[in-house]
Protein backbone atom coordinates (compact mmCIF):
# COMPACT_ATOMS: atom_id res chain seq x y z
CA UNK A 1 0.00 0.00 0.00
CA UNK A 2 2.67 2.40 0.28
CA UNK A 3 4.19 4.12 -2.69
CA UNK A 4 7.95 3.15 -3.29
CA UNK A 5 10.08 5.66 -2.29
CA UNK A 6 13.68 6.50 -3.12
CA UNK A 7 16.47 5.95 -0.45
CA UNK A 8 17.71 8.53 1.64
CA UNK A 9 20.39 10.79 -0.46
CA UNK A 10 23.49 11.55 0.42
CA UNK A 11 23.53 15.15 1.71
CA UNK A 12 25.71 17.52 0.47
CA UNK A 13 28.86 19.49 2.16
CA UNK A 14 26.69 21.45 5.03
CA UNK A 15 23.55 20.22 4.62
CA UNK A 16 21.49 17.85 6.68
CA UNK A 17 20.70 14.37 5.35
CA UNK A 18 17.44 13.99 3.50
CA UNK A 19 15.29 11.16 4.11
CA UNK A 20 11.53 9.75 3.26
CA UNK A 21 9.64 9.83 6.77
CA UNK A 22 7.22 7.29 5.63
CA UNK A 23 9.81 5.20 4.35
CA UNK A 24 12.09 5.21 7.17
CA UNK A 25 8.79 4.80 9.69
CA UNK A 26 7.77 1.56 7.59
CA UNK A 27 11.52 -0.09 7.99
CA UNK A 28 11.43 1.05 11.92
CA UNK A 29 8.07 -0.56 11.83
CA UNK A 30 9.62 -4.28 10.62
CA UNK A 31 12.52 -3.91 13.28
CA UNK A 32 10.19 -2.90 15.85
CA UNK A 33 7.69 -5.76 15.37
CA UNK A 34 9.98 -8.11 14.76
CA UNK A 35 12.41 -7.45 18.02
CA UNK A 36 10.22 -5.80 20.04
CA UNK A 37 11.03 -2.20 21.42
CA UNK A 38 14.09 -3.48 24.05
CA UNK A 39 15.70 -5.77 21.38
CA UNK A 40 15.87 -3.04 18.58
CA UNK A 41 19.31 -1.49 19.03
CA UNK A 42 19.67 1.94 17.93
CA UNK A 43 22.55 0.67 15.46
CA UNK A 44 20.14 -1.93 14.32
CA UNK A 45 17.44 0.89 13.52
CA UNK A 46 19.56 3.42 12.53
CA UNK A 47 21.35 0.56 9.76
CA UNK A 48 17.62 -0.34 8.28
CA UNK A 49 16.40 3.19 7.87
CA UNK A 50 19.45 4.00 6.29
CA UNK A 51 20.41 7.05 8.79
CA UNK A 52 23.33 7.37 11.41
CA UNK A 53 22.56 7.59 14.63
CA UNK A 54 22.99 11.07 14.93
CA UNK A 55 20.62 11.40 11.98
CA UNK A 56 18.15 9.49 13.57
CA UNK A 57 17.82 11.10 16.78
CA UNK A 58 18.01 14.91 14.87
CA UNK A 59 14.83 13.52 13.50
CA UNK A 60 12.88 11.60 15.95
CA UNK A 61 15.03 12.60 19.95
CA UNK A 62 15.40 8.92 20.95
CA UNK A 63 14.62 5.55 20.34
CA UNK A 64 11.15 5.97 22.36
CA UNK A 65 10.17 8.89 19.63
CA UNK A 66 10.93 6.50 16.90
CA UNK A 67 8.58 3.60 18.54
CA UNK A 68 5.91 6.06 19.01
CA UNK A 69 6.13 7.18 15.15
CA UNK A 70 6.27 4.31 13.95
CA UNK A 71 2.98 2.90 15.91
CA UNK A 72 0.87 5.43 14.76
CA UNK A 73 1.66 4.64 10.98
CA UNK A 74 1.27 1.46 11.55
CA UNK A 75 -2.33 1.85 13.08
CA UNK A 76 -2.82 3.80 10.51
CA UNK A 77 -1.82 1.88 7.98
CA UNK A 78 -3.53 -1.35 9.36
CA UNK A 79 -6.51 0.67 9.37
CA UNK A 80 -6.46 1.63 5.93
CA UNK A 81 -6.24 -2.10 4.76
CA UNK A 82 -8.62 -3.41 6.76
CA UNK A 83 -11.04 -0.41 5.38
CA UNK A 84 -10.34 -1.59 1.82
CA UNK A 85 -11.27 -5.22 2.97
CA UNK A 86 -14.29 -4.35 4.25
CA UNK A 87 -15.32 -2.00 1.85
CA UNK A 88 -15.92 -5.36 -1.06
CA UNK A 89 -17.79 -7.79 1.97
CA UNK A 90 -21.62 -7.03 1.52
CA UNK A 91 -23.14 -8.20 5.06
CA UNK A 92 -21.58 -8.09 8.66
CA UNK A 93 -21.15 -11.87 9.14
CA UNK A 94 -19.00 -11.34 5.30
CA UNK A 95 -17.32 -8.28 6.73
CA UNK A 96 -16.15 -9.73 10.09
CA UNK A 97 -15.33 -13.04 8.23
CA UNK A 98 -12.93 -10.29 6.07
CA UNK A 99 -11.18 -9.44 8.72
CA UNK A 100 -10.47 -12.50 10.89
CA UNK A 101 -9.09 -13.50 6.75
CA UNK A 102 -7.15 -10.45 6.76
CA UNK A 103 -5.53 -11.36 10.24
CA UNK A 104 -5.13 -14.99 9.82
CA UNK A 105 -3.10 -13.97 6.13
CA UNK A 106 -1.27 -11.94 8.53
CA UNK A 107 -0.42 -14.55 10.96
CA UNK A 108 1.93 -16.94 9.20
CA UNK A 109 5.58 -17.60 7.11
CA UNK A 110 7.75 -14.33 6.92
CA UNK A 111 4.73 -12.33 8.12
CA UNK A 112 3.58 -14.10 10.80
CA UNK A 113 7.14 -13.87 12.81
CA UNK A 114 7.75 -10.63 11.76
CA UNK A 115 4.61 -9.65 14.10
CA UNK A 116 2.34 -6.82 15.31
CA UNK A 117 3.46 -3.84 16.81
CA UNK A 118 0.37 -3.51 18.27
CA UNK A 119 0.99 -6.84 20.31
CA UNK A 120 4.46 -6.26 21.12
CA UNK A 121 4.00 -2.80 22.27
CA UNK A 122 1.46 -4.13 24.65
CA UNK A 123 3.60 -7.28 25.91
CA UNK A 124 7.36 -5.30 25.97
CA UNK A 125 6.78 -1.75 26.73
CA UNK A 126 3.03 -0.39 27.70
CA UNK A 127 2.98 -1.60 31.13
CA UNK A 128 6.47 0.61 31.94
CA UNK A 129 5.30 3.29 29.86
CA UNK A 130 2.00 5.06 29.90
CA UNK A 131 2.11 6.91 27.16
CA UNK A 132 2.56 3.22 25.10
CA UNK A 133 -0.01 2.09 27.37
CA UNK A 134 -2.33 4.79 26.10
CA UNK A 135 -1.53 4.31 22.82
CA UNK A 136 -2.42 0.58 22.87
CA UNK A 137 -5.46 0.57 24.77
CA UNK A 138 -6.56 3.09 21.80
CA UNK A 139 -5.62 0.68 19.16
CA UNK A 140 -7.39 -2.33 20.87
CA UNK A 141 -10.40 -0.20 21.60
CA UNK A 142 -11.08 0.92 18.30
CA UNK A 143 -10.54 -2.51 16.67
CA UNK A 144 -12.97 -3.83 19.51
CA UNK A 145 -15.35 -1.11 18.96
CA UNK A 146 -15.07 -1.55 14.99
CA UNK A 147 -15.94 -5.16 15.74
CA UNK A 148 -18.61 -4.16 17.60
CA UNK A 149 -20.23 -1.91 14.67
CA UNK A 150 -19.96 -5.12 12.65
CA UNK A 151 -21.87 -7.61 14.45
CA UNK A 152 -24.55 -5.12 14.97
CA UNK A 153 -24.71 -4.52 11.71
CA UNK A 154 -24.71 -8.29 10.64
CA UNK A 155 -27.75 -9.05 13.30
CA UNK A 156 -29.36 -5.94 11.71
CA UNK A 157 -29.01 -7.69 7.98
CA UNK A 158 -29.93 -11.02 8.89
CA UNK A 159 -26.55 -12.68 8.82
CA UNK A 160 -25.71 -12.67 12.41
CA UNK A 161 -27.60 -14.14 15.49
CA UNK A 162 -29.69 -11.95 16.88
CA UNK A 163 -29.63 -13.19 20.43
CA UNK A 164 -25.91 -12.26 20.48
CA UNK A 165 -24.25 -9.72 23.02
CA UNK A 166 -22.41 -7.44 20.26
CA UNK A 167 -20.02 -5.96 22.92
CA UNK A 168 -19.10 -9.29 24.28
CA UNK A 169 -18.96 -11.26 20.67
CA UNK A 170 -16.37 -8.03 20.00
CA UNK A 171 -14.09 -8.97 22.73
CA UNK A 172 -14.49 -12.48 21.73
CA UNK A 173 -13.22 -11.67 18.35
CA UNK A 174 -11.13 -9.33 19.41
CA UNK A 175 -8.96 -12.03 21.74
CA UNK A 176 -8.69 -14.37 18.18
CA UNK A 177 -7.70 -12.11 16.52
CA UNK A 178 -4.70 -10.86 18.72
CA UNK A 179 -4.21 -14.08 19.50
CA UNK A 180 -3.20 -15.17 16.26
CA UNK A 181 -0.48 -12.63 15.71
CA UNK A 182 0.35 -14.77 18.81
CA UNK A 183 0.88 -17.57 17.52
CA UNK A 184 1.77 -16.42 14.40
CA UNK A 185 5.41 -14.59 15.69
CA UNK A 186 6.18 -19.51 16.26
CA UNK A 187 5.81 -19.59 12.82
CA UNK A 188 2.62 -21.39 11.76
CA UNK A 189 1.44 -22.59 8.13
CA UNK A 190 -1.16 -20.55 5.77
CA UNK A 191 -3.79 -23.63 6.46
CA UNK A 192 -3.05 -23.48 10.23
CA UNK A 193 -4.84 -20.34 10.02
CA UNK A 194 -6.74 -20.08 7.89
CA UNK A 195 -9.20 -22.85 9.46
CA UNK A 196 -8.87 -20.56 12.62
CA UNK A 197 -10.84 -17.55 10.98
CA UNK A 198 -13.41 -20.28 9.67
CA UNK A 199 -13.53 -21.55 13.45
CA UNK A 200 -14.23 -18.51 14.83
CA UNK A 201 -17.22 -17.44 12.83
CA UNK A 202 -19.27 -19.82 14.49
CA UNK A 203 -19.05 -16.92 17.30
CA UNK A 204 -22.03 -15.63 15.25
CA UNK A 205 -24.47 -18.48 15.36
Same mark, same amino acid.
Given at each position: MTATHASPRRPGPGRPREFDTELALDRAIAVFSERGFHGAAISDLAQALGLTAGSLYKAFTD?????? #? #?????VALRAERLGLVLAAAPTGRAKIKAVLDFYAGNSHGADGRQGCLVVGGAVDIATADAEVAARVAGA? #? #??????AALVALGQADGSVAPHLDAAVTARLLLCVLQGMRVVGKTGRERAEMAVLADGALKLLD
Open positions: KRGLFL #A #AFDRYL #A #ANEERL
